[in-house]
């Protein structure tokens, strides 16, 4: 048993019973982004939250204390996303990376923008042209130090 057995077991069960990201993460008491980050094994569980977890998805103690161990964060098998969706992600920072940095460097002045304090909120945009995705990436601005 590891991790990896733990997030296909929540996958399977997920899709079995027709459960959405949403509900899930109400009963986690977490956002969806975080909370489906956390059952694709990117995120540590508290014992609760993988108690909660283990209510939703029937793990055992042993499955619930996989949830609770500290991830190899970083899950694509390739350098190069294949999976269509991913790979837009790639293709957008590829193509406007240099000006995120650019903006980011202007704005805030030397430094990144963290992806430990960070929030992110996926939405639905209605549009007549056709529905569109809203993404909100939300990181704080940590800048470099001299010493």
């Not at 059952?39 to 939250?49: H, N, W, Y």
């Not at 055992?60 to 991913?86: C, M, N, R």
């Not at 837009?88 to 920072?93: A, C, F, G, L």
Request: charged content about 25%; some cysteine.
């Amino acid at each position: 048993m590891n991790r990896n057995d733990v997030t296909e077991k929540i996958i399977t069960t997920k899709v079995s019973k027709g459960l959405k990201w949403e509900e899930i993460a109400k009963k986690v008491g977490q956002s969806k982004e975080w909370t489906t980050a956390l059952c694709l094994g990117q995120m540590t569980a508290t014992p609760a939250q993988a108690k909660a977890l283990g209510k939703i998805f029937g793990l055992t103690v042993e499955e619930q204390k996989w949830l609770q161990v500290v991830p190899y964060k970083g899950s694509l098998e390739t350098a190069v996303p294949t999976d269509p969706l991913i790979y837009r992600w790639y293709e957008i920072v590829s193509v406007y990376g240099t000006t995120i940095k650019e903006l980011i460097h202007e704005e805030f002045g030397d430094g990144i923008m963290s992806a430990i304090d960070f929030s992110m909120d996926i939405q639905r945009e209605k549009d007549p042209k056709g529905d569109r995705v809203h993404v909100v990436l939300s990181g704080k601005f940590l800048p470099y130090k001299t010493y």
